[in-house]
T-cell receptor, first 115, second 109 residues
């Protein structure tokens, strides 16, 4: 099976702009989680979607949002970009049993740089 | 709130020496603990989970609820073990993992 894919791999944006990142999970996986990775804060959970519904959300401002489509592909959006949003954004998928699972398969990430 | 602590940012050992990567957690419920690893220029991947009690690539980890620890151990380090290791806590309610800050393991010849 093909692994988790993320597009684009690299992005450079200016403060105040918005950005959309895309994630395609492993075929058959219904859960998609998003994480932000920075040198200072490490890996932080953003949100998780299962069958097009957000099940859990981390402690991020409302500028960070996401959605999931019927084919399980997911997008996350960051509006009004700030310099501090520069990070590696990781997507992870899992089969998505109703109780959730810590066994997740990660994509290569999208490196976002805000200038 | 849940929390995962990895006290060492960098651990340097010689090839053939034993390895222990420390992980402590804070969670009031019943935890599920995982170790994830990221090799150079590769994506983050699952190494092992406490419920399976298995050995992967010679690594083992035992959940100690009394000490709230989940240390990763290997008796003899190999050069290919050099990587970034993350301890992670799963608490249910959607697929949220709480990660530690990671430990960079460097195995020297």
């Amino acid at each position: 099976k093909a692994g988790v894919t993320q597009t684009p791999r690299y992005l450079i944006k200016t403060r105040g702009q918005q950005v959309t990142l895309s994630c395609s999970p492993i075929s058959g996986h219904r859960s998609v989680s998003w994480y932000q990775q920075t040198p200072g804060q490490g890996l932080q959970f953003l949100f998780e979607y299962f069958s097009e519904t957000q099940r859990n959300k981390g402690n991020f401002p409302g500028r960070f949002s996401g959605r999931q489509f019927s084919n399980s592909r997911s997008e996350m959006n960051v509006s009004t970009l700030e310099l501090g949003d520069s990070a590696l954004y990781l997507c992870a998928s899992s089969p998505g049993v109703s109780s959730g699972s810590g066994e997740q398969y990660f994509g290569p990430g999208t490196r976002l740089t805000v200038t | 709130a849940q929390r995962v602590t990895q006290p060492e940012k960098l651990l340097s050992v010689f090839k053939g020496a034993p390895v222990e990567l420390k992980c402590n957690y804070s969670y009031s419920g019943s935890p599920e603990l995982f170790w994830y690893v990221q090799y150079s220029r590769q994506r983050l991947q699952l190494l092992l989970r406490h419920i399976s009690r298995e050995s992967i690539k010679g690594f083992t980890a035992d959940l100690n609820k009394g000490e709230t620890s989940f240390h990763l151990k290997k008796p003899f380090a190999q050069e290919e073990d050099s990587a970034m290791y993350y301890c992670a806590l799963f608490t249910g309610g959607g697929n949220k993992l709480t990660f530690g800050t990671g430990t960079q393991l460097k195995v020297e010849l």
